[in-house]
C-alpha cells in the first residue's frame, strides 16, 4: 500500500487546511498537524481535542423566543503540550525568522505516523533540518507522541530547547462564518499546576468535565512554573557530527472517560516511561494492519484515487466511534468547524463505513443515541409534543443547540435518519438483540413524535412547517424527502411488530405499545402526501418548491461560493436552488428504481444544486452510476475524494469534512460495487469504468466476511453462508462465486 505523500510546498495560505489533512486522532483523542515550533508570531494554532469534552455557553438572542436552546456547546481546545521552541542566537527556528529551504511532509497511512521534515536557515546563514514525526497513539488512547530530530548542517554551538505545556495560543478564525464558533469565553480553569510532575489540570467552567494533561521528555527538562503554563528547558551542544534528538509525550486523562483519571494518569506515564518511540511505531502497526485488512480498497492502476479513497477511510476511522459514549462531530477530531457537533452526517453518511467494517463501532454510535433519548424527550416537549422523542438536529451531550432553527431544529427527517441508520445496521448485521434492547424503542419513540406532527386532511397525510436537507429551502411543507423518509420507518416499525411480536412482547409492554398506534402508524405510512409533478415527471422538493423562480447559478461569480456566506438566507429561501441533495438523496437510500422519474428529477435538481455542501456530490456520484452517467459519475467521485486534499470547499481549515470521508466510502461501494443492503439479501452489481478496472475489497455482512473481486470477471467469496443477489441472481454462497462482468 502506498503511502500518502502531500506536497513539498509551504504557502502560508494553505498552512490551516495542511493542519487538517495532516490531523491524527484515535477516535477519543485528535490534534492538528501544527508544526511544535509554531510558525511565527501570526500564526499560532495549535489544537488538541477529546471527544465530546465540550463547555456551555449562553446563547444570546435578541428576541428570545419561546423553546429556543439557551445554551451553546463547543467541544474544547486542550491543553497544549506540543509546543517546543529552538532557539539559536537568541531566535527560534520558525518561519518568522528563518528561510526556509525545503519542506517534506508525509503521512505514512501503515503506521499513523506524519513526518516533517523542514530545512531552515537562520539571518546568519546557520542551517539545520529538523524532522518531526509525531502520532497519536491508537492502543493508548491518552497518549500523543512527538519525536524531533534536530541535525546541524554547518552550525556548532547551543541550541536552546524550551518545551512547554500550557494553553494553547490560538488565533480565531473568520468570526463571520456561520460554521465557527464566534464567542470568546474562558472554558477551562486551572485547578492544579505543579512543576515536579510536568501536569496541569483543569475544569471547564460549566460541564464540569476535568482534564489532566502531563508533559514527559526522553531526556529530563527543568521545568519551571509560567504564567498559567509549565515550561522546561534544556541547552544541547550541536554540531553537523551530532544531532539533538528528542521524544516528548503528552498524556490526556479525563473524567470523561476515566473513573480516576488522576490515578490512570499516574499509570500510563509510568508505563510510558520504558517505552520509546519506536516501539509505539510498532503497536500502531498491529493495529492499523488489523484496520487494513477489513478496510482497504484496493484499486489496480490508479493509485492517485486509490492513495485518496483511503486517507479517507483512515480518517474516518480515526474520528470516532469508540465508545457508546459519544459520536463523530462533523470535523471529526480535526478541527473547531460546526463546535464539535454531531449532526445526522454520523448516521446517513458516516454509518455504513463502520456497518461494514466494524459493526462495533456502529452499534456505538447508535448506542450514543440510546443513551441522549432522555434529551431527546425533553427536546419533543419543548418544542410542544406530548409524546415521542425528536432527536436534536445539533448536539455534543444530546441536547439540541441549533440557535437558528430554519436550518437546524425544524429538520425533523432527523428522526427518521436514525431510524434508516438503525434498520440498515440490523439488516446487514442480524443483530436482533441491538433491536430487542434499544433499537425498536429508538424507532417508535422517534415515531410516535413524526405521528403526532403530522396532519391529516381527509385524504393524506401532511408535514407542516419542517425543513428538508438542503438548508437553502426550510420550513416548508412536505419536504419529499423528510415524507419519503418518514414512510419507511414507519413501515419499518409496522414491519417489527408483525414480525417479531414473540421477541419483543416485554418491549411492547414496557414501552405500552398497543395495536391501534401500529394501525395508525402504517395507515400514515400509506397515506403520507409525496409531491409529485406530472408535467416535470418529478417528485418536488416540498408542495411550495415549483412555484419559486429559479436561481441563475451561471450568473454568479466563482467568488460568491458558498452562497451561504454572501446571501441573505431569505434570498436564497425564495429561489429554486439546492445547498445539497435533498429529494435525490432519498431515491439514492431508498434505491429509488423508477428509471424514468429517477433521471428526470436528477436532471432537474443537479442543474440547481450548488453542493456549497460536502453532503451532496457523493449522492450524485452514486444515482449518476445508477444511471450509468459513468463519465458525470466519476467527475464527482473523483471531487468527493479530493474534497479536502485540494480544499475543494475553501474551508478545510475548519476541519476534515468527515461526512464526505463516509460519502467517499458510499460512492465507491454504492456506486462501482453497487451495493445496497436489502431485507433479504445483500445487492451487489459491480461496474468498471475507463480509469478503474479492477479492484477488490472485503465488507462484513451478517457475521461474515465477503471477499468482492472485479477485473474482467467478478469474483466472489464468503467465509460463511450468506444471502446475497449479484446482477439480479438470487445466490446462496458459502465458498466462491464467479460470474461474468457486466457493462
Ligand atoms: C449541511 C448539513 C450538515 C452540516 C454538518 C451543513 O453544511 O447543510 O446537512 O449536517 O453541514 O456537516
Redesign the pocket.
Known amino acids: 500500500m502506498n503511502k500518502l505523500i502531500r506536497n513539498n510546498r509551504l504557502s502560508k495560505e494553505e498552512l490551516l487546511a495542511d493542519e487538517t489533512i495532516y490531523s491524527q486522532a484515535n477516535g477519543f483523542l485528535g490534534t492538528r498537524g501544527t508544526f511544535v515550533e509554531g510558525y511565527g508570531k501570526d500564526y499560532e494554532y495549535n489544537q488538541t481535542y477529546l471527544n465530546a469534552f465540550y463547555d456551555q455557553y449562553d446563547y444570546f438572542y435578541e428576541e428570545n423566543f419561546s423553546g429556543f436552546p439557551q445554551n451553546g456547546q463547543k467541544f474544547i481546545n486542550l491543553i497544549d503540550g506540543q509546543r517546543m521552541d529552538f532557539i539559536v542566537d537568541g531566535k527560534a527556528l520558525n518561519l518568522d525568522n528563518c528561510e526556509v529551504l525545503s519542506l517534506k511532509r508525509e503521512y505514512d497511512l501503515e503506521t499513523g505516523v506524519t513526518t516533517r521534515i523542514i530545512h531552515y536557515k537562520t539571518v546568519l546563514g546557520k542551517e539545520f533540518i529538523l524532522t518531526e514525526r509525531k502520532l497519536v497513539s491508537a492502543k493508548r488512547k491518552e497518549v500523543i507522541a512527538l519525536n524531533i530530530t534536530i541535525e546541524s548542517i554547518n552550525f556548532k554551538g547551543t541550541v536552546k530547547v524550551i518545551s512547554y505545556l500550557g494553553k494553547s495560543r490560538k488565533k480565531s478564525l473568520n468570526s463571520k462564518d456561520p ?1 465557527l464558533h464566534n464567542g470568546i469565553s474562558k472554558h477551562l480553569n486551572i485547578i492544579d499546576i505543579s512543576e515536579a510532575n510536568s501536569l496541569i489540570t483543569v475544569k471547564t467552567s460549566r460541564s464540569n468535565l476535568y482534564l489532566n494533561t502531563v508533559m514527559i521528555h526522553s531526556n529530563p527538562f527543568d521545568v519551571d512554573l509560567g504564567k498559567e503554563n509549565l515550561i522546561g528547558q534544556k541547552e544541547y551542544l550541536i554540531s553537523p557530527n551530532n544531532s539533538i534528538k528528542i521524544t516528548k509525550y503528552i498524556i490526556y486523562t479525563s473524567n470523561l472517560y476515566h473513573k480516576d483519571y488522576l490515578e490512570d494518569s499516574k499509570k500510563i506515564v509510568k508505563d510510558l516511561q520504558s517505552i520509546d518511540f519506536e516501539q509505539l511505531i510498532t503497536e500502531q502497526i498491529g493495529y492499523f494492519k488489523g484496520f487494513w485488512k477489513k478496510a482497504y480498497i484496493k484499486l489496480t492502476n490508479n493509485e492517485y484515487i486509490e492513495s485518496l479513497l483511503n486517507y479517507n477511510l483512515y480518517q474516518l476511522n480515526c474520528s470516532g466511534g469508540e465508545s457508546e459514549f459519544h459520536n463523530i462531530s ?2 471529526g477530531l480535526s478541527g473547531e ?2 463546535e464539535g ?1 454531531y ?3 454520523s448516521e446517513i453518511y458516516m454509518l455504513p463505513f463502520f456497518v461494514f467494517t466494524n459493526p462495533q463501532k456502529a452499534k456505538n454510535l447508535l448506542m450514543y443515541r440510546y443513551h441522549t433519548m432522555k434529551e431527546a424527550k425533553e427536546e419533543a416537549k419543548n418544542l410542544g409534543y406530548n409524546k415521542g422523542i425528536k432527536f436534536p ?2 448536539t455534543i451531550n444530546g441536547e439540541e443547540v441549533s440557535p437558528y432553527y430554519p ?1 437546524g431544529s425544524a ?1 425533523f427527517h432527523i428522526n427518521s435518519d436514525i431510524a434508516y441508520a438503525i434498520i440498515k445496521y440490523f439488516e446487514a448485521t442480524n443483530d436482533l438483540d441491538f433491536i430487542v434492547d434499544y433499537g425498536f424503542e429508538m424507532l417508535i419513540e422517534s415515531a410516535r413524535f413524526l405521528t403526532e406532527a403530522v396532519n391529516y386532511n381527509g385524504d393524506h397525510y401532511h408535514l407542516n412547517s419542517v425543513t428538508g ?3 437553502y429551502t426550510t420550513v416548508v411543507d412536505d419536504n419529499y424527502y423528510t415524507n419519503q423518509m418518514l414512510k419507511y420507518h414507519f413501515s419499518y416499525v409496522v414491519k417489527f411488530y408483525d414480525k417479531y411480536l414473540k421477541e419483543l412482547s416485554e418491549v411492547f409492554i414496557k414501552l405500552e405499545v398497543s395495536k391501534d398506534e401500529i394501525t395508525k402508524m402504517k395507515e400514515i405510512a400509506e397515506k403520507i402526501h409525496l409531491p409529485f409533478d406530472k408535467d416535470l415527471n418529478i417528485f418536488t422538493q416540498d408542495a411550495a418548491f415549483l412555484k419559486k423562480k429559479k436561481l441563475d447559478l451561471a450568473l454568479i461569480p466563482e467568488d460568491k461560493y458558498p452562497l ?1 456566506m454572501n446571501f441573505h438566507p431569505l434570498f436564497l429561501y425564495k429561489h429554486q436552488v439546492l ?2 441533495a435533498d429529494t435525490m438523496l432519498s431515491m439514492m437510500l431508498l434505491d429509488f428504481d423508477d428509471e424514468s422519474i429517477l433521471k428526470d428529477s436528477f436532471n432537474y435538481y443537479e442543474p440547481i444544486t450548488t453542493h ?4 451532496s456530490k457523493c449522492i450524485y456520484s452514486i444515482l449518476a452510476f445508477k444511471l450509468k452517467n459513468y463519465d458525470l459519475a466519476c467527475d464527482f467521485f473523483k471531487r468527493v475524494l479530493e474534497t479536502d486534499f485540494l480544499n475543494v470547499q475553501k474551508n478545510t481549515s475548519h476541519g476534515l ?3 464526505n470521508l463516509g460519502g467517499s466510502y458510499l460512492g465507491f461501494i454504492y456506486g462501482f460495487v453497487g451495493i445496497r443492503i436489502t431485507e433479504d439479501y445483500l445487492k451487489i452489481n459491480p461496474i468498471v469504468t475507463k480509469d478503474i478496472k479492477e479492484y477488490e475489497l472485503n465488507i462484513m455482512y451478517q457475521g461474515e466476511t465477503i471477499n468482492i473481486k472485479v477485473d474482467n470477471k467478478v469474483n466472489i467469496s464468503s467465509t460463511g453462508n450468506v444471502s446475497l443477489k449479484v446482477y439480479e441472481k438470487e445466490i446462496e454462497l458459502n465458498g466462491n462465486y464467479q460470474t461474468a462482468l457486466k457493462t
Open positions: 460554521r462533523a470535523k468547524g460546526y457537533h449532526f445526522w452526517d438536529w445539533r436550518a429538520q436537507p438542503d438548508e451561504l445547498k445539497q456549497d455542501s460536502s453532503l469534512h468527515v461526512a
